[in-house]
């Protein structure tokens, strides 16, 4: 199935995401699941040791208790237990037969810790979440053969909450994805580079593209090393094709010229001088179309009037009878472009149109041409009412050289038209792409930069 088209008639990009984000994720993945995973093997092997911790402090605080208690008189034992509770929020109380009390939660570590207090403290001992409905950490204990209960509040020997451990895995967690970052973007940013300067590469800018030939990395150095070396040779190459074209439009454009005077001036036969005459008119196209698609690719961009550059192209071609054109196109519509070039491509495009576009068994072209704003672009369309061009062939007509099967049999045809539009729409930062219209026809979609602040009227 064919991919979808955006309205400049090319494929639409599918959803990605750059390397930054795809290495930061990685690595926050790898981070935060290594954060997540150490947390639990230091909870697992915490939680043991601080319930033998907790068990052995509270058996310490009801021996200590237990000694005061044996060791003080009936009268001295009331203000002993009034201290213990004012200074270390302990409270000893007799045991009732008709307390009520509730054990300690369930669970491995609360078992394990009942039972170090009782073989600390005797099989006797009991340990409960309240008594009479009072919440704390109740201990029963006995000495000799009066039973006591110890008080004491729960929070100081209870482990973190769950709320400490979240803070401090969240902070973990944090610092780690900040971490990801700063080594995503250290990762990326050569990269980043690289596909910059390679931009600007492509649109012909070499002057300012050299690479850091220092970095840090030694990788690094020697892929910026080899780009440098490439951008260079490849700036020769293209001063050394403007000397040659300049070359090639004197020396081949002088002789014909000369071979068009002799012609003028030495052939009799009038049928035979103007053939001769359309022949060399004829290679002088040709030749230019060349220099068209090997011009270089320097182009100084500034805001221009679509609306004024389309009437210039159109009105040379109002004459002609084999044309008829219909324009809807939206007002004051700027364009950021090259002028002249921008003219040239529309051109070629309305020749194209001329020569292959004609309604099936008329001589007839007739040439659509609509364009509007859409966000900060200018869709230009034109579209003809011939027969088309086969799918399989859409893609190719803007290769150099190739020409379709109408245009087989041309002799005037270089197979170039098409391909110096692509590359002058390229030029100026802008799309364009072919499509079949659906009631017939070939499309010309152009999608250019809107210029500056210009809106719609």
Known sequence: MPA?????????PKLGISLFWRTFFLLGLLLVGSVLAWTQILQEMELEPRTIQTANQIASVVNLSRAAVMHADAIARVSLFKTMKDQEHLIIRLREPKDVFEPLAEGYLNRHMVAQLQSRLGPDTVVADSVNQVPGLWIGFSIDKDRYWLQTDRNRFDQPTGRTWTV?????A??????AAGIARLINRPLKDLSRAASRVREGDFAA???DETAGTQEIRAVNYGFNRMTRKLAQIEQDRMVMLAGISHDLRTPLARLRLE??????????REAMAGDIAQLDAIIGKFLDYA???DMRLSPVSLNDTVEACLEPLRKRRDMEFKVALQDHLVVLADPVELQRALGNLLENAARYGKTEGTNLARVDISARYRDNKVLLRLRDHGCGVPVDQLKQLTTPFFRGESARTSA????????IVEQIIARMGGVFGLTNATSGGLCANIVLQRAGNSAPA
Request: hydrophobic residues 40%.
């Open 4 to 12: 979808p088209l955006d309205d400049s008639g090319q494929p639409k």
């Open 412 to 419: 005037n045809s270089t197979g170039l038209g098409l391909a």
């Open 209 to 211: 593209t050299a690479l």
């Open 174 to 179: 944090a610092l780690s994805l900040a971490g």
């Open 263 to 272: 012609t003028e001036m030495s052939v009799p036969d009038t049928q035979a």
């Open 168 to 172: 401090w895995l969240l902070t973990a």
């Open 295 to 297: 011009r270089p690719g």
